[in-house]
C-alpha cells in the first residue's frame, strides 16, 4: 500500500515561511493531481493549492500570492513554499496525490504564532 511521506511543519513567527514537501515512494501508478490540503481545530478539511502532471495549478483564495506548489513527476514529489505565514494558516497540512484514487499522507502539524 502506498504511503505518502510529509516533512517541513514545525512552529513559525507570522511573515516567516515554511517548505513543505510530500513524496509518495513506492507509486507505481501515474498521479494525474497533487494537492494540499489543510484543517484547523473545529474547522472541515479545506484545499490549499493543487497542481496537475501538466503543471496547472489552483490555490484557495487565502493563499493566492503567499503560497507555491510544485511537483517533480519524476520523483513523485510535490512541495509547497508558504511565505508570509498568518496566525490564521495554522493547521495540520495534509498531502494528496490522485491516480484515481486517492492516497494521503499523515499529516504535519503547522503553527503560526502572533
Known amino acids: 500500500q502506498v504511503q505518502l511521506v510529509e516533512s517541513g511543519g514545525g512552529l513559525v513567527q507570522a511573515g516567516g515561511s515554511l517548505r513543505l514537501s510530500c513524496a509518495a515512494p513506492?507509486?507505481?501508478?501515474?498521479?494525474?493531481?497533487m494537492s494540499w490540503y489543510r484543517q484547523a481545530p473545529g474547522k472541515q478539511r479545506e484545499l490549499v493549492a493543487s497542481?496537475?502532471?501538466?503543471?496547472?495549478?489552483n490555490y484557495a483564495d487565502s493563499v493566492k500570492g503567499r503560497f507555491t506548489i510544485s511537483r517533480d513527476n519524476a520523483k513523485n514529489t510535490v512541495t509547497m513554499q508558504m511565505n508570509s505565514l498568518k496566525p490564521e494558516d495554522t493547521a495540520v497540512y495534509y498531502c494528496?496525490?490522485?491516480?484515481?484514487?486517492?492516497?494521503w499522507g499523515q499529516g504535519t502539524q503547522v503553527t503560526v504564532s502572533s
Open positions: 494528496n496525490a490522485n491516480s484515481g484514487y486517492a492516497y
Open positions: 513506492g507509486m507505481i501508478f501515474r498521479i494525474e493531481t
Open positions: 497542481i496537475t502532471r501538466g503543471g496547472s495549478t
